[in-house]
């Protein structure tokens, strides 16, 4: 994560909000912002990746693939995932993008882990990173408050052990368009003085259709991946949901049966980093998971997107 803290404090002094409402209806108190010239999505996972292959003694160029799940890449093309590759050494990986909002890191993982189970591949990068600073209108209160940017990063290598990537469920309904997006820059509405003088260079939201449709979905899939697989809330171990708003990571909990103790929480520090969220969790919570426990993953995005992944943590903390 960047260094530079946004605080709400600070935001109140941008717009026409306060601390005490933010928190109250997103739980969020501060977030991390990438600054300076020049500084893309590429700096925050590049960081997070080579950070990851010290602490694994992996070597780079052993890496046979790296997928990146982000929304803001450093640019339209290249794939962020390819200036990724470049920085860190991965002279022997392929690579590319994956664009599903906040739903991106677990399409990446479930996307990642095919190339594992047909053995393809024995290194699989996989990297969640949004520098949602550089597409968010700091004028906009329903969008300014909740993001933030941040990046993280997971190695998939095979295993005969029973652990790792269980099961997954993906879902979209591409009618949620209209409800989060961000109009231009892309090929309909290609950048004109019009669309920048429009603010259509920003990510916009129709908070409460996007409330409504993320409670209902990332709750019930949760739900359903359990009882997929036969557990009970006894038997789930955490709850690593996507951190866009804390009342519906705790509706999401609800729905699961599962207890306050067992919900990974970091919105407060980061706020929302889109596709960074569930590794920065993961990343925070590393010293208190131990090798075999069960983690059902949620998440919630716009297109709209949506999934939940079956997860049995792989190894001990050191």
């Not at 209160?141 to 997971?154: E, H, L």
């Not at 993320?214 to 809330?233: F, P, Q, S």
């Amino acid at each position: 994560v960047p260094d530079y803290i946004l605080t709400n404090k600070e935001l109140e002094t941008m717009v026409d909000t306060s601390d005490e409402w933010i928190t109250t209806r997103t739980g969020i108190k501060e977030r991390r912002i990438l600054k300076g010239e020049g500084q893309g999505t590429s700096v925050m996972a590049a960081a997070a990746a080579k950070g990851l292959l010290e602490k694994t003694g992996t070597n780079p160029e052993d890496i046979d693939l790296i997928i990146c799940a982000t929304v803001t890449p450093d640019m339209v093309f290249p794939a962020t995932a390819n200036v990724i590759s470049a920085e860190i050494g991965a002279v022997n990986a392929f690579s590319y993008d994956i664009g599903a909002a906040c739903s991106g890191f677990l399409y990446a993982l479930t996307t990642g882990s095919q190339f594992i189970e047909t053995g393809k591949y024995k290194k699989v990068l996989v990297i969640g990173a949004d520098k949602m600073s550089s597409i968010i209108d700091y004028t906009d209160r329903t969008t300014c408050i909740i993001f933030g940017d941040g990046a993280g990063a997971v190695l998939l290598e095979p295993t005969t052990e029973d652990v790792g990537i269980i099961d997954s469920i993906h879902k979209v309904d591409g009618k949620g368009a209209e409800f989060l997006n961000m109009k231009a820059g892309g090929s309909r509405y290609p950048a004109t003085v019009e669309t920048v003088t429009a603010k259509e260079h920003y990510a916009r939201q129709d908070g409460a259709t996007v409330f409504k449709f993320a409670v209902t979905n990332m709750a019930d899939y949760a739900a359903k991946i359990m009882e997929r697989n036969n557990l009970t809330a006894d038997q789930v171990d955490w709850l690593v949901a996507h951190q866009a708003n804390k009342r519906i990571i705790d509706a999401t909990a609800q729905r699961m049966g599962i207890t306050d103790e067992k919900v990974m929480m970091n919105i407060a520090k980061y706020g929302n980093t889109t596709s960074g969220t569930i590794p920065l969790l993961l990343w925070d919570y590393e010293s208190q998971l131990k090798k075999g426990d069960n983690l059902i993953m949620a998440a919630f995005g716009g297109g709209f997107t949506w999934g939940a992944i079956y997860l049995k943590w792989a190894y001990d903390p050191k």
